[in-house]
C-alpha cells in the first residue's frame, strides 16, 4: 500500500488552522497513524485509528477520514508545532508504510 | 517510564555486517511487539522489521534475507544483525515498542536512534 501526503510542506502563521492530507492507493478503512517528528528527534504518536488522540497530546490536533483520504489538523498554530508530520497506514500490519511527510514551518 | 537506547551503529564497507542493540527499560522486551524502524538522511521513515510476543518476525521487502531481528530476554534487549550491507541501507536506526490494538500497529515509543552509514 502506497502513501502519498499533500502538501509536502508548508508555512503558516501562530494562530493559523492547518490541514494536511494524507492519501492511500488502497482502501485502509481508518487503519491510519499520524507522527510528528520535530527537527533531530525521533518521530512522535499523534493520532491513531484516524481520528483516536494519543494520550498526552494536545487537543489542538485532530485527525479524520477513512478509505483512502484521511486529515491531520492542527488548530491555533504554535512555534513548537514546527516539525515534520508523517501518516503511517497499519491496514497491512505489520507491514506497515509511511507517507514521504509534509514539513510545517512558521511564517 | 519506557526507555529505548540503540547502540552499535558506525560506519561500514559495503557487504559488510553490523549488529544493532537496543537496551529497554520500563518495558519487557519478551512481552512486547518490538520493531526496527530507519530514515535515511534527509528522507521519510521506513519500517524494518518486527518481532512478536510469541517470537514470529517479520521483514521488509528490502531487508528480508540479509536482516535477521532478535531479542535477548534476559538482557531485556533487541538486536538486529545486517548482512550484506548496502550503501542504501545508510540511515538512522530507530528502535521502537509495536502497539498492536484490534489489527492496528503504531509504534510508541521510539529509542534516539542509530546511525549506519555504509561507505568504501
Known amino acids: 500500500i502506497q502513501m502519498t501526503q499533500s502538501p509536502s510542506s508548508l508555512s503558516a502563521s501562530v494562530g493559523d488552522r492547518v490541514t494536511i492530507t494524507c492519501r492511500a492507493n488502497?482502501?485502509?478503512?481508518?487503519?491510519l497513524n499520524w507522527y510528528q517528528q520535530k527537527p533531530g528527534k525521533a518521530p512522535k504518536p499523534l493520532i491513531y485509528?484516524?481520528?483516536s488522540l494519543q494520550s498526552g497530546v494536545s487537543s489542538r490536533f485532530s485527525g479524520g477520514g477513512s478509505g483512502t483520504d484521511f486529515t491531520l489538523t492542527i488548530d491555533s498554530l504554535q512555534p513548537d508545532d514546527v516539525a515534520t508530520y508523517y501518516c503511517?497506514?497499519?491496514?497491512?500490519?505489520?507491514?506497515?508504510?509511511f507517507g514521504p511527510g509534509t514539513k510545517l514551518e512558521i511564517k | 517510564e519506557v526507555q529505548l537506547v540503540e547502540s552499535g551503529g558506525g560506519l561500514v564497507r559495503p557487504g559488510g555486517s553490523l549488529r544493532l542493540s537496543c537496551a529497554a527499560s520500563?518495558?519487557?522486551?519478551?512481552?512486547?511487539?518490538m520493531s526496527w524502524l530507519r530514515q535515511a538522511p534527509g528522507k521519510g521513515l521506513e519500517w524494518v522489521s518486527i518481532?512478536?510476543?510469541?517470537?514470529?518476525?517479520f521483514y521488509a521487502d528490502s531487508v528480508k534475507g540479509r536482516f535477521t531481528i532478535s531479542r535477548d530476554t534476559s538482557k531485556n534487549s533487541l538486536h538486529v544483525q545486517m548482512n550484506s550491507l548496502r550503501a542504501d541501507d545508510t540511515a538512522v536506526y530507530y528502535c521502537?515498542?509495536?502497539?498492536?490494538?484490534?489489527?492496528?500497529?503504531?509504534?510508541?515509543?521510539w529509542g534516539q536512534g542509530t546511525l549506519v552509514t555504509v561507505s568504501s
Open positions: 518481532i512478536y510476543k510469541g517470537g514470529r518476525t
Open positions: 520500563g518495558v519487557t522486551v519478551g512481552d512486547n511487539y
Open positions: 503511517q497506514q497499519g491496514y497491512s500490519s505489520p507491514l506497515v508504510t
Open positions: 521502537a515498542r509495536g502497539r498492536l490494538v484490534e489489527g492496528l500497529l503504531w509504534f510508541d515509543p
Open positions: 485509528g484516524a481520528t
Open positions: 488502497h482502501s485502509i478503512s481508518t487503519y
